[in-house]
């Protein structure tokens, strides 16, 4: 059975970072992309970032730029989201997703990626 399991969320002042991990069991996600989304309270879900196996990225530019960077260590089966310059808008929970798709390409459209995390907590104070 494939689980993602993501950790580090927690309540943190704005300006302040936090790491995220998500680690993957059941099969390994070495060759396939890997992302972030988050969904903010009466709020639709919305992409962060996606990473694919060469370690290529994209970002939703407009609300994480320069603040956020997505990584992966394949030998552990897991993808990090480090996240400075917190802001209380960043305020969400966070999931962790990962596709089945051998493939470089990557994509902002949740529908592609198959395995999701159960998400965890970030809550950014002003």
């Known amino acids: 059975q494939v689980q993602l399991v993501e950790s580090g969320g927690g309540l943190v002042q704005a300006g302040g970072s936090l790491r995220l991990s998500c680690a993957a069991s059941?099969?390994?996600?070495?060759?396939?992309?890997m992302a972030w989304f988050r969904q903010a309270p009466g709020e639709e879900r919305e992409f962060v970032a996606a990473?694919?196996?060469?370690?290529?990225?994209?970002y939703d530019a407009d609300s994480v730029k320069g603040r956020f960077t997505i990584s992966r260590d394949n030998a552990k089966n897991t993808v990090y989201l480090q996240m400075n310059s917190l802001k209380p808008e960043d305020t969400a929970v966070y999931y962790c997703?990962?596709?089945?798709?051998?493939?470089?390409?990557?994509?902002?459209?949740?529908?592609?990626?198959?395995?999701w995390g159960q998400g965890t907590q970030v809550t950014v104070s002003s």
């Open positions: 990473i694919s196996w060469s370690g290529g990225s994209i």
């Open positions: 059941g099969r390994t996600f070495w060759q396939n992309p």
């Open positions: 997703a990962a596709s089945q798709a051998f493939t470089t390409l990557l994509t902002k459209d949740g529908r592609r990626y198959d395995y």
